[in-house]
């Protein structure tokens, strides 16, 4: 983990986006006066997973969305995987960047059923293939039986659920995930946290993990990226 | 204590006026209904029958064009926040209140303008024509409906699908299943106002069944059968209120505001053409009415020598003040109680409220001139087109107004209460402000809406007396083509001036505040 900010010394980002993982560099972001990110630099290598720390409206969720393309940052470049996704003049259509992500709430949509949400990124799958990678997570994340329940019918730790099972359907290369598991409680977050190391080192994703939680943090990575007050006293905690 | 007593009584005192006058012309027509020789009506007849049958059908044409067109101009706004796409909402809160029959006399003057310049003798009548105008005069409700419903779409629904499937997928996927219950609920909106619209297919030369009530009343005079007569289409606008109801309820609303904070929506070419052909659309609602209007009135004489209509100006504005007005000072008692009642009294008072919205305008200025009858010192005064204008827009001022409590903050009216120094105070000086934005919008909604009345008023109007939209209802049957143009424009730049100035003063009240 490498991470460049006001203060920090200059790293080989170029090294490092060459072997793949995540690379942003000199990413600004203002809504209007308010400055959100300034000059954010880092390099996460493939494989690896980075815990992003600090507090409310400091810009982290702001960062997965430049991340994952939903929103285009004012200044900077995005590299994926060697590949330049977003920059001056350059942008790459979220779904093509082979993402995914977890938002602070489930985000299911309501319309549809718990299988539709989960296999909503896989459709274009073979039809076999799909029914075998829905059967496997339901499975594994202990939903089984809600397979063909809506949204509203769910409780809400079996909603988180079905939201990190659709981030998973696709084996992404990258996973975002935007303090995933919230208010729920102790027992079934460690439960949860175990089938997304599990899920993240089979598929070898790389992940950016934002969370409050300090014994979250430490259960998914040692790789700390802590944000502060306008991104300019960022420090790494590894 | 005594400010509350004195409340309580100015609420008693508006809901027995909402009765008088919003039921009060339907009431006095079922009474009539005894009367009705050999009940002679109770069954349509099939001339009558096809014509509800071709009204529906009209309507729902319409409708379903106004809110597809609507949907692609709200797409293209929503995906474009640019200068275009703040002049087409501004085109779109500009031609919001424009009464229906200004986009019939506009388009009719286009049709001749084409005419003229083309060689080619397009009549401009049927029902073709009828629905684009329709169609035309109700797209700021469709763009509006299909406006709230993107909005309503939470911005990470849309976000997690855009992750992972196409921009277009997820608009046919996600945006429009949850934005369906506002399309619904708009395209129904826009069908209950084409039924209950006579002037528009009039003007087209087609029958619908709302002139049929009116037509039938002045033929025969029966008030009683001219009741019997609009209940099929309160029915038939009874069920599709229903259907609005229901589709709202089902609605999920996330109350994200502004969930376009996120990168623009990548479609291929061959659809955003669609958006693209929407906001043209728009620029050709509005610039045609203006457009035409301003030729016509131009190639005649000049504007000044050809107004000779100051006499109904003054008499409109002056209506239309009156209205605005005595609506807001018993719609806001009204509002206070809608939003506080609950359960099964909570639903009769929303009933009572819409009530007078699925009724066809006849209905109001028949019943009107009965209970002018009773009432004495009512009949044939000046009174009479304000309480029409009432009858027909009193529920419009009441749903805003509830709407403006609905999103107010309650706890700021509580705090003012509890902290206040006099009995009294708080209402001046917490309630009153915060909610007068919304109780301007009202008046200004109300005042334009007045001013184009012509269903009820036509048949209230008291003798000598003329509004400018009676004046030209008449004129455009006669043809006068330059006079007419003259005052439509002159409604038209009212309206505008009235509804739009207002709003920007409003806009600027805030700001200072």
Redesign the interface.
């Known amino acids: 983990m490498i991470l460049k900010g006001k203060g920090y010394h200059t790293v080989n980002l170029a090294a490092v986006q060459d072997r793949g993982g995540i690379t942003v560099r000199n990413l600004d972001k203002s809504y209007g006066r308010h400055e959100v990110l300034k000059n954010i630099s880092f390099a996460l290598k493939a494989g690896d997973s980075l815990i992003i720390k600090g507090p409310s409206g400091c810009g982290k969720s702001t960062l997965l969305r430049i991340l994952a393309g939903l929103e285009i940052p004012d200044a900077g470049e995005v590299w994926l995987d060697s590949r330049v996704v977003s920059a001056p003049g350059h942008y790459e259509l979220p779904w093509l960047r082979g993402i995914g992500m977890v938002f602070q709430a489930p985000t299911l949509w309501p319309h549809m059923t718990v299988a539709e949400n989960i296999t909503y990124p896989i459709m274009n799958w073979p039809r076999d293939k799909r029914k075998a990678r829905l059967a496997g997570l339901l499975n594994m994340l202990e939903i089984a039986d809600k397979e063909a329940s809506f949204p509203d019918e769910i409780s809400g730790g079996q909603a988180r659920r079905v939201a990190l099972a659709r981030a998973f359907a696709a084996r992404p290369r990258f996973m975002l995930l935007d303090e995933p598991l919230t208010n729920l409680n102790y027992d079934l977050k460690l439960h949860l946290l175990e089938h997304i190391k599990m899920e993240v080192e089979r598929n070898k994703s790389t992940m950016i993990y934002v969370t409050h939680d300090s014994e979250e943090a430490g259960y998914i990575s040692s790789n700390i990226l802590r944000f502060e007050e306008i991104n300019q006293t960022s420090r790494i905690e590894d | 204590m005594q400010s509350s007593r004195l409340g309580q009584s100015f609420t008693g005192f508006a809901v027995l006026a909402f009765l008088i006058l919003c039921l009060g012309p339907a009431l006095a027509l079922i009474q009539d209904i005894g009367g009705v020789a050999g009940g002679n009506v109770a069954l349509l007849t099939s001339r009558q029958l096809v014509v509800l049958a071709n009204s529906v059908i009209y309507a729902l044409v319409s409708a379903l064009g106004a809110i597809t067109a609507g949907w692609f101009i709200a797409l293209f706004i929503w995906n474009r926040p640019g200068f275009m796409a703040q002049i087409i909402k501004l085109l779109l809160i500009i031609m919001l209140p424009m009464p229906a029959f200004i986009h019939a006399a506009g388009w009719r003057a286009a049709w001749r303008f084409i005419n003229d310049v083309t060689g080619y003798n397009f009549s401009g009548q049927g029902w073709a024509a009828a629905v684009v105008i329709t169609i035309m005069a109700f797209l700021p409700i469709a763009v509006g409906a299909a406006w709230l419903g993107l909005q309503a779409v939470?911005k990470?629904?849309i976000?997690?699908?855009?992750?992972?499937?196409?921009?277009l997928q997820v608009l046919s996927?996600?945006i429009l299943?949850?934005s369906a219950p506002f399309l619904a609920a708009g395209a129904a909106i826009i069908s209950v106002l084409s039924l209950l619209d006579y002037t528009i297919p009039s003007l087209c030369q087609v029958n619908v069944y709302a002139l049929e009530i009116f037509a039938d009343f002045s033929a025969v005079n029966n008030p009683g059968r001219s009741f019997l007569l609009a209940l099929p289409l309160i029915i038939v606008n009874t069920v599709i209120a229903a259907g609005i109801l229901l589709s709202l309820r089902n609605a999920?609303i996330s109350g994200v505001k502004n969930p376009l904070?996120?990168?623009r929506f990548?479609w291929p070419f061959w659809f955003w053409v669609l958006p693209v052909l929407g906001a043209v659309t728009t620029v050709v609602q509005a610039g045609v009415p203006f457009i035409t209007l301003l030729l016509t009135a131009l190639s005649g004489e000049t504007l000044w020598r050809q107004y000779g209509f100051a006499g109904e100006m003054a008499y409109s504005i002056a209506v239309a003040v009156g209205v605005g007005v005595i609506a807001v000072l018993l719609a806001y008692p009204i509002a206070k109680a809608l939003n506080q009642a609950a359960g099964g009294l909570g639903r009769f008072l929303w009933l009572l409220v819409l009530l007078p919205l699925l009724m066809p305008a006849p209905v109001f200025g028949i019943g009107l001139i009965r209970l002018g009858m009773w009432i004495p010192g009512i009949y044939g005064s000046d009174l009479m087109p304000i309480m029409a204008g009432l009858a027909r827009f009193l529920p419009l001022a009441v749903l805003i107004i509830w709407a403006g409590l609905k999103r107010m903050d309650n706890s700021l009216i509580e705090a003012g209460r509890v902290l206040q120094s006099k009995p009294g105070h708080s209402f001046f000086r917490v309630e009153l402000p915060l909610l007068t934005p919304v109780l301007l919008t009202s008046f200004l909604l109300l005042f334009v809406l007045a001013f184009g009345e012509l269903g009820a008023s036509l048949l209230v109007m008291p003798p000598g007396r003329s509004t400018l939209t009676i004046t030209i209802y008449n004129y455009l049957h006669y043809g006068a083509s330059g006079s007419v143009s003259v005052m439509c424009l002159s409604i038209a730049l009212l309206s505008c001036l009235v509804w739009v100035g207002g709003l920007k003063s409003l806009e600027l009240g805030r700001r200072v505040k």
């Open positions: 939470n990470d629904l976000g997690v699908g855009r992750i992972c499937r196409s921009d996927e996600i299943p949850l999920g904070n996120q990168t990548w």
